[in-house]
């Protein structure tokens, strides 16, 4: 069965970096892009970027190019989320999404289980 | 750019029929998927191509969409269908999904 598993809670403190990561399983890995979305604590979803695991393409939301970096290790099915410079608004539990559909109407039919990064000092 | 918007909130009682609406102009020319969101669980999709159930998903959930509005519509709601509920298109000029801002559904 599909299964996207993500790495454990962080705790970061403002101007550090962290790095969650995004194991799948279950399917062809290079296949089917990934999506990083954000939760704030009380809030709506937030699409972060998302990256080709066929060719290392990457698409990040305006807000975030210059902090954050998205990569693949397609020898072990799993997906990276680098965001830099960490803010106390980047608190946040923060979701992989695996894209299914056709070019230019995806949707995400398989979700992480959330990461939790915690910035505090 | 797409803004697609949510109702806050929907109440219903166990076992009536609950519709959850996510609005923009011209919705009905885009496919619009829907996903569930049990507190502190990840999303989970119940509807996507704007109609479409992936396996799994009870047939009390089903989607419209038309015109302005794309519907999400729960019948014979239970107690364990309480959630936050997002619709999803993908803006295909910038390459990236729109979430709605999400609309809570409370079981009375």
């Known amino acids: 069965q599909v299964q996207l598993v993500q790495s454990g809670a962080e705790v970061k403190k403002p101007g550090t970096s962290v790095k969650v990561s995004c194991t799948a399983s279950?399917?062809?890995?290079?296949?089917?892009?990934i999506s990083w979305v954000r939760q704030a604590p009380g809030q709506g979803l937030e699409w972060m970027g998302w990256?080709?695991?066929?060719?290392?393409?990457?698409n990040y939301a305006l807000k975030l190019q210059g902090r954050v970096t998205m990569t693949t290790d397609t020898s072990t099915s799993t997906a990276y989320l680098e965001l830099t410079s960490l803010r106390s608004d980047d608190t946040a539990v923060y979701y992989c999404?695996?894209?299914?559909?056709?070019?230019?109407?995806?949707?995400?039919?398989?979700w992480g289980q959330g990461t939790l990064v915690t910035v505090s000092s | 750019s797409y803004v697609l918007t949510q109702p806050p909130s929907v109440s219903v009682a166990p076992g009536q029929t609950a519709r959850i609406t996510c609005g923009e102009n011209?919705?009905?020319?885009?496919?619009v998927h829907w996903h569930q969101q049990k507190p502190g669980q990840a999303p989970v999709l119940v509807v996507y191509?704007?109609?479409a159930r992936p396996s799994g998903i009870p047939e009390r959930f089903s989607g419209s969409n038309s015109g302005n509005t794309a519907t999400l519509t729960i019948s014979r709601v239970e107690a364990g269908d309480e959630a936050d509920y997002y619709c999803?298109?993908?803006?295909?000029?910038?390459?990236?999904?729109?979430f709605g801002g999400g609309t809570k559904l409370t079981v009375l």
């Open positions: 191509d704007d109609t």
């Open positions: 279950g399917y062809s890995f290079t296949s089917y892009g």
């Open positions: 999404g695996r894209q299914q559909g056709d070019y230019g109407d995806y949707y995400f039919d398989y």
């Open positions: 999803q298109v993908w803006d295909s000029s910038s390459d990236h999904p729109v």
């Open positions: 011209n919705i009905g020319t885009k496919s």
């Open positions: 990256i080709s695991t066929y060719n290392g393409n990457t």
